[in-house]
């Protein structure tokens, strides 16, 4: 049989040889065709990040929370952070409107609507100026780190009321551009339209940076708690203290500002501190801070824990009809 066998396969390697080029194509893609067909299917085997990496919108579930890995960007495209992020706080309102009333801005943006008795017209206000942080996966205790707010109490409905908060006081200060404790109905009948329809915005600077960004129901701020080894200089970090220099209570932090979005504020915090070993009031930084920063200062350059406003707002953070800011221990 070999001696059979041996020249019949020398001369199909010959017209194998001399067949057209089309037809060894089709020849070969028939092996592979059939191979694959009679193959095992193969086993299903995760990548490690040395063979491929992570790829954004990968989640990785860890102590109840659900981390996705995220690409966040600055909004000048001048940084970048690569990273999983659970939220621990997911539209918390800056300022809660809850049961009250809106006046309606008419389209011109500048004067409110009236009803066809001329009296103001009226709408249910919306939350203003909502925050989400998210924490890095890898954050020493990032998970003991739980924010939420609860609904305020509805009032009867005879009561129109109007809350009023340190925020909004701010808001209306800084919107009439001195300090009015007072004002008009119609000026603030005007405000409250524009606070609502997202036309109150707000100019800050950080260093060479410029934005411009609305306060609004849609516009807060969007935090991002990293690890503090990648909070680099060359990210936009800076460092400073809540406290005196040596004093065992005093914290160290990294904050950066990366920006405006449609969101908000692009905020960056990070502390050398794990999270269970800071007090109630350095933990609201994380939600408060960089909002209230970007509130009162034209230039957040060198601002740190004693801002006026993030003070004003700690002071009041759990006291209805302030936003009701609750920290898990």
Known sequence: MKKILFPFIILSILLAACAPQSA????????????AATAPAPTAVSATPTETGPKVGDKIIKDGITYTYMDVKSSDGKHEYLGYFGPIAVNIPTWDTSGTYAPSLNPDGNSVAKNPDGSTKWHNARNIAPVNVLVELGV????????THP?????????????????????????????MPN??????????AKLDAGKITYTITDGANTWTFPVSPQSGATIYVINPKN????????????GKPGDPNTHTFDTAFWGVDSHGII?????????????????????LWHLAVGMNNSD??????????????????????????????
Do not use: C
Not at 24 to 35: G, L, S, V
Not at 141 to 147: A, R
Not at 183 to 192: E, G, I, M, V, Y
Not at 309 to 324: G, S
């Open 24 to 35: 060894q194509t089709a020849i070969a893609q028939a092996t592979t065709t059939a191979e």
């Open 140 to 147: 020493l205790d990032g998970s003991s780190l739980s924010i």
């Open 151 to 179: 609904p305020l109490p509805q009032p009867p409905p005879t009561q129109n009321p109007v809350f009023s908060s340190i925020v909004y006081t701010a808001l209306l200060n800084n919107y009439f551009h001195t300090k």
């Open 183 to 192: 004002p008009t109905n119609d000026q603030s009948d005007l405000f409250n």
């Open 231 to 242: 909070a680099t200089k060359e990210n936009g970090f800076r460092s400073w203290a809540d």
């Open 267 to 287: 905020g960056m915090f990070a502390s050398e501190t794990p999270i269970p070993g800071l007090t109630k009031s350095e933990k609201m930084m994380f939600t």
């Open 300 to 329: 957040v350059t060198n601002v740190g824990f004693n801002d006026p406003l993030f003070q004003q707002e700690l002071q009041y953070a759990d006291k209805p009809p302030y936003p009701q800011l609750k920290v898990s221990p």
